[in-house]
């Protein structure tokens, strides 16, 4: 059996250590980080291994899930003195799953474009349980370079929507999960 590409992970709170932990089951090689020291010990202590800042994770991994609570730590993750943005590398693939304005999602994905890198907005519904997390529904707003077969490779069910996502959503009170992307146009 060929090794899985390794993950990079970066933000293992609520919503992201039982994400984490699914990569981890299926197989992937993860390469973690939090703000929050104590959030990666439990994985380094299963053997993976555990970055020093976003920067260190985005040099070591081309595949990049984040998944951060505020608009705020996605812009320090990012574009921050320590950020993905220092090391990314031409071609990798950034999936941001953070709960931030839709605005800021945008203007990260100018920047990381800029940088020859794919940023994918993928927004997940439903709460921390681990059982709802491995059948966690992405409703990413892109499809490119394969990022709907990774996300499937990973577990993940995907669709695809032209309407506004994560927080877009909820500030227009709507409940992700009742959304049936594939039959509803309209928005």
């Known amino acids: 059996m060929a090794s899985k590409t390794p993950v990079g992970f970066i933000g293992l709170g609520n919503m992201g250590n039982p994400m984490a932990k699914n990569l981890m089951k299926h197989g992937y090689p993860l390469i973690l980080y939090d703000v929050f020291p104590d959030a990666c010990k439990e994985f380094q202590e299963a053997g993976e291994q555990v970055a020093s800042s976003p920067a260190d994770v ?4 081309d595949r990049i899930i984040t998944m951060l609570p505020t608009s705020m730590n996605s812009i320090e993750v990012y574009s921050g003195a320590n950020g993905i943005l220092k090391k990314v590398k031409k071609g990798s693939l950034l999936i941001d799953s953070s709960t931030i304005d839709p605005s800021v999602s945008k203007e990260l994905a100018k920047e990381v474009e800029k940088m020859g890198a794919v940023f994918m907005d993928a927004p997940v519904s439903g709460g921390p349980n681990q059982e709802q997390k491995e059948r966690e529904h992405e ?10 077969y990774t996300l499937r490779q990973w577990g993940c069910s995907t669709g695809h929507s032209p309407r506004p996502a994560g927080l877009g959503l909820k500030k227009h009170g709507i409940k992700p999960d009742s959304l049936n992307i594939a039959d509803n146009e309209d928005y």
């Not at 985005?58 to 991994?61: G, H, I, L, P, W």
Request: some cysteine.
């Open 58 to 61: 985005a040099e070591k991994a």
């Open 139 to 148: 409703q990413g707003t892109q499809d490119r370079e394969g990022c709907t």
